[in-house]
């Protein structure tokens, strides 16, 4: 009986264990097709793609928002005769026929032929009733005012997966925020495949994309495109930048270079023209550069408007280096009014030496030289300052004048800005607010970054930069009956460790009305032709803007 | 005996008649999937119809377009600013 009873144990365990490795292959081997092919009876899981945050300008109007497109998409198995589907299909997508002939051989259930395609395109291939050929519903990018602010928005493309990805400006910097979140919803059907549910959009997790609220002006910023294209090819210059913020609040009103790519057909363009230039590129700022010197010894009180510099009656000489003004003009015992007015490059080497090496690093780190603003863009740079054991006597002397540093145009109007804004330093910003999908508006407020400067020397600067446009180079340009703080800047450009005298950086930075001002400017040409100087490129370029915005603004002239 | 009796007829009852009601039901919304579809694809025709619309509108209204209508059309940009100022209320001394 043993020898029986351990046999029947045997085979029960042995069956035993014949079940559970059955259920281990069912349950863990192939438990993914098995749910797969389950779902597929009970309905369809459709992937959910967000709908993209719109970009929106001050007035609410949206520069960049979506519209409608299509996939085409081809089953294969479903098509019937071939060579007509491949002829139709590559004479109405305009694709090329080995293409297209090439997906229609696959053995597939669903190839993608294009993507895409618009309304248009669509109904006409509905029209042609093709069998195994289906559209899927997308959405793509859409610029109502097709290239304007290109390279402050920046485009959309595709990331490694194939979707959709910000690059560069906006699009880049508010990426995660723009596009929202892929969801996936289960289409329940009936044997028929009729659907018997409601899509369960709760259960999915798409999540619409936020839209951006700018500060950007969209009449001053197509404004400032026109002119400068205009001014571009009118200077024959190779490339120009203008950016104009509101020196109270640091915000971006407008932000332009020339030559720009348009977003909508991007591919075609040279990557160089997808940066944007006002953050990515540094400059020696020359001239413009001085304003900021003179206001950090006006604020340490070495020097006041009324000084009479000492050394400027010729050439100055430091460390080998024999320095000469821009003209090769001296005006003795010529007050530091007058510097700014002329220009003179020898009275900014006096300020310079009175501030100091410290001194002069400790006003330009609060100007916030030396580093990046803090502006809501992608790809902004800083050239950092040397250490203080590293400058030599010539290099503070060259940096009262604004050789021997780089900055971005970025930089150079925020620190500008901060003498129109009673000495306070905003950090700059091209957001205004967010919109989530709900409607909810969260704004992002202001925010003061430093103060270089009193308000007290804040003022006197702007009346010497307003006597610099009323009585400098540029003032036979200057507006009539404004008071406008500017100052003008003829950058030689350094080539191969030597400036070239025939190629400048022609630039233009001020403030306007300079009592209370609404904007702060700066304009910049680059290796211009028709003249290398600021005054006579620049400066009428500003002056352009700058009267339109104030008549934009409905401010009128003094009468003064 | 009687009290059992009576509950097991209640729940026969009750178990004949939910069935009833559920043939009925499932019989009413047999066909809905059909109506489901045509609502969506409704639904769905309205907000093609919506966000190509406001695809024109935003393309007429673009500065870009009216610019370009009002070059059409023969306006020019003015460039002599006209202002009134008040005259300033002291003696000015010449």
Redesign the interface.
Same mark, same amino acid.
């Given at each position: 009986m043993t020898w029986r009873y351990r046999f029947t144990f045997l085979i029960l365990i042995l069956f035993y264990l014949l079940v559970i490795g059955r259920l281990f292959y069912w349950q863990v081997v192939k438990a993914q097709e098995l749910s797969t092919l389950g779902q597929l009876q009970y309905g369809r899981t459709v992937t959910v793609f967000p709908k993209r945050g719109e970009i929106r300008s001050s007035d609410g109007?949206?520069i960049v &928002?979506?519209?409608?497109s299509y996939l085409v998409f081809a089953n294969p198995k479903e098509v019937k005769d071939k060579s007509k589907t491949i002829s139709l299909l590559s004479q109405t997508l305009s694709l090329d026929v080995a293409s297209v002939s090439a997906s229609l051989a696959l053995d597939k259930f669903w190839v993608p032929l294009t993507s895409g395609i618009d &309304?248009q395109a669509k109904a006409k291939l509905d029209r042609l009733n093709l069998p195994g050929i289906g559209f899927e519903?997308q959405y793509s990018r859409?610029y109502?005012?097709?290239s *304007?602010a290109a390279q402050l928005i920046g485009f959309v493309g595709k990331d490694e997966s194939g979707e959709d990805k910000g690059y560069f400006g906006l699009e880049g910097y508010y990426n995660r925020l723009l596009k929202g979140k892929t969801g996936s919803a289960v289409q329940i059907?009936?044997a028929?495949g009729? +659907?018997? #549910?409601?899509r369960l959009n709760q259960e999915s997790g798409q999540i619409d994309g936020s839209s951006l609220i700018l500060s950007l002006n969209?009449?001053i910023q197509?404004l400032v495109e026109r002119v400068l294209k205009e001014s571009v090819d009118k200077f024959g210059a190779t490339s120009g930048m203008v950016g104009v913020m509101n020196p109270k609040t640091g915000e971006i009103l407008a932000m332009a270079s020339y030559p720009t790519f348009d977003p909508r057909s991007y591919q075609d363009f040279s990557e160089n023209f997808y940066k944007n230039a006002f953050i990515s590129d540094t400059y020696e700022p020359g001239s413009t550069f001085k304003p900021l010197v003179m206001s950090a010894a006006l604020d340490a009180k070495l020097v006041t408007p009324q000084t009479k510099c000492t050394i400027c009656s010729g050439p100055v000489s430091i460390g080998g280096y024999e320095l000469h003004t821009w003209d090769d003009k001296y005006f003795k015992d010529t007050t530091m009014t007058e510097v700014i007015q002329h220009s003179d490059n020898t009275g900014m080497i006096f300020v310079a030496e009175r501030l100091g090496v410290a001194r002069m690093i400790n006003y330009l780190e609060k100007f916030g030289i030396g580093n990046t603003t803090g502006v809501d863009l992608q790809g902004e740079v800083s050239a950092a300052l040397k250490p203080e054991n590293q400058w030599y006597a010539v290099d503070l002397a060259t940096m009262g004048f604004g050789q021997g540093v780089s900055v971005t145009p970025m930089e150079l109007l925020t620190a500008i800005s901060a003498i129109a804004n009673n000495g306070k330093r905003m950090e700059p910003h091209v957001v205004s607010a967010v919109e989530n999908p709900d409607g909810i508006v969260v704004k992002i407020p202001p925010r003061v970054i430093d103060t270089p400067v009193s308000p007290e020397t804040a003022k006197v600067m702007a009346e010497i930069m307003v006597n610099a446009v009323n009585k400098g180079e540029a003032s036979w340009t200057k507006l009539d @009956?404004y008071r406008v703080a500017g100052k003008t800047g003829t950058a030689s450009i350094p080539v191969n460790g030597h400036y070239d005298p025939t190629k400048t950086i022609a630039s233009f930075v001020g403030f306007a009305p300079a009592d209370d001002p609404k904007f702060s400017m700066i304009v910049i040409l680059n290796k211009p032709t028709a003249s290398i100087y600021g005054a006579e490129t620049a400066a009428p370029i500003f002056f352009e803007i700058a009267k339109n915005i104030l %008549?934009y603004y409905g401010i +009128? +002239? %003094? @009468?003064? | 005996m009687k009290k059992p009796a009576l509950l097991i007829l209640f729940l026969i009852i009750s178990v004949l008649g939910l069935s009833v009601v559920k043939t009925f039901v499932a019989n009413r919304i047999s066909t %809905? @999937? /059909?109506t *489901? @579809?045509a609502i969506?694809e409704r639904i769905n025709f309205y907000k093609?119809e919506n966000? #190509?619309l406001?695809?024109k509108l935003?393309?007429l /209204? /673009? #500065? &870009?377009n009216v610019?370009s209508q009002a070059d059409k059309l023969g306006f020019v940009e003015e460039n002599s600013?006209f202002?009134l100022?008040?005259p300033?209320p002291i003696a000015l001394k010449q």
């Amino acid at each position: 009986m043993t020898w029986r009873y351990r046999f029947t144990f045997l085979i029960l365990i042995l069956f035993y264990l014949l079940v559970i490795g059955r259920l281990f292959y069912w349950q863990v081997v192939k438990a993914q097709e098995l749910s797969t092919l389950g779902q597929l009876q009970y309905g369809r899981t459709v992937t959910v793609f967000p709908k993209r945050g719109e970009i929106r300008s001050s007035d609410g109007f949206p520069i960049v &928002t979506n519209k409608i497109s299509y996939l085409v998409f081809a089953n294969p198995k479903e098509v019937k005769d071939k060579s007509k589907t491949i002829s139709l299909l590559s004479q109405t997508l305009s694709l090329d026929v080995a293409s297209v002939s090439a997906s229609l051989a696959l053995d597939k259930f669903w190839v993608p032929l294009t993507s895409g395609i618009d &309304t248009q395109a669509k109904a006409k291939l509905d029209r042609l009733n093709l069998p195994g050929i289906g559209f899927e519903q997308q959405y793509s990018r859409f610029y109502p005012e097709a290239s *304007l602010a290109a390279q402050l928005i920046g485009f959309v493309g595709k990331d490694e997966s194939g979707e959709d990805k910000g690059y560069f400006g906006l699009e880049g910097y508010y990426n995660r925020l723009l596009k929202g979140k892929t969801g996936s919803a289960v289409q329940i059907h009936d044997a028929f495949g009729k +659907p018997i #549910l409601a899509r369960l959009n709760q259960e999915s997790g798409q999540i619409d994309g936020s839209s951006l609220i700018l500060s950007l002006n969209r009449p001053i910023q197509f404004l400032v495109e026109r002119v400068l294209k205009e001014s571009v090819d009118k200077f024959g210059a190779t490339s120009g930048m203008v950016g104009v913020m509101n020196p109270k609040t640091g915000e971006i009103l407008a932000m332009a270079s020339y030559p720009t790519f348009d977003p909508r057909s991007y591919q075609d363009f040279s990557e160089n023209f997808y940066k944007n230039a006002f953050i990515s590129d540094t400059y020696e700022p020359g001239s413009t550069f001085k304003p900021l010197v003179m206001s950090a010894a006006l604020d340490a009180k070495l020097v006041t408007p009324q000084t009479k510099c000492t050394i400027c009656s010729g050439p100055v000489s430091i460390g080998g280096y024999e320095l000469h003004t821009w003209d090769d003009k001296y005006f003795k015992d010529t007050t530091m009014t007058e510097v700014i007015q002329h220009s003179d490059n020898t009275g900014m080497i006096f300020v310079a030496e009175r501030l100091g090496v410290a001194r002069m690093i400790n006003y330009l780190e609060k100007f916030g030289i030396g580093n990046t603003t803090g502006v809501d863009l992608q790809g902004e740079v800083s050239a950092a300052l040397k250490p203080e054991n590293q400058w030599y006597a010539v290099d503070l002397a060259t940096m009262g004048f604004g050789q021997g540093v780089s900055v971005t145009p970025m930089e150079l109007l925020t620190a500008i800005s901060a003498i129109a804004n009673n000495g306070k330093r905003m950090e700059p910003h091209v957001v205004s607010a967010v919109e989530n999908p709900d409607g909810i508006v969260v704004k992002i407020p202001p925010r003061v970054i430093d103060t270089p400067v009193s308000p007290e020397t804040a003022k006197v600067m702007a009346e010497i930069m307003v006597n610099a446009v009323n009585k400098g180079e540029a003032s036979w340009t200057k507006l009539d @009956g404004y008071r406008v703080a500017g100052k003008t800047g003829t950058a030689s450009i350094p080539v191969n460790g030597h400036y070239d005298p025939t190629k400048t950086i022609a630039s233009f930075v001020g403030f306007a009305p300079a009592d209370d001002p609404k904007f702060s400017m700066i304009v910049i040409l680059n290796k211009p032709t028709a003249s290398i100087y600021g005054a006579e490129t620049a400066a009428p370029i500003f002056f352009e803007i700058a009267k339109n915005i104030l %008549s934009y603004y409905g401010i +009128p +002239p %003094s @009468g003064q | 005996m009687k009290k059992p009796a009576l509950l097991i007829l209640f729940l026969i009852i009750s178990v004949l008649g939910l069935s009833v009601v559920k043939t009925f039901v499932a019989n009413r919304i047999s066909t %809905s @999937g /059909s109506t *489901l @579809g045509a609502i969506e694809e409704r639904i769905n025709f309205y907000k093609i119809e919506n966000t #190509l619309l406001s695809e024109k509108l935003y393309s007429l /209204s /673009s #500065l &870009t377009n009216v610019s370009s209508q009002a070059d059409k059309l023969g306006f020019v940009e003015e460039n002599s600013n006209f202002v009134l100022t008040n005259p300033i209320p002291i003696a000015l001394k010449q």
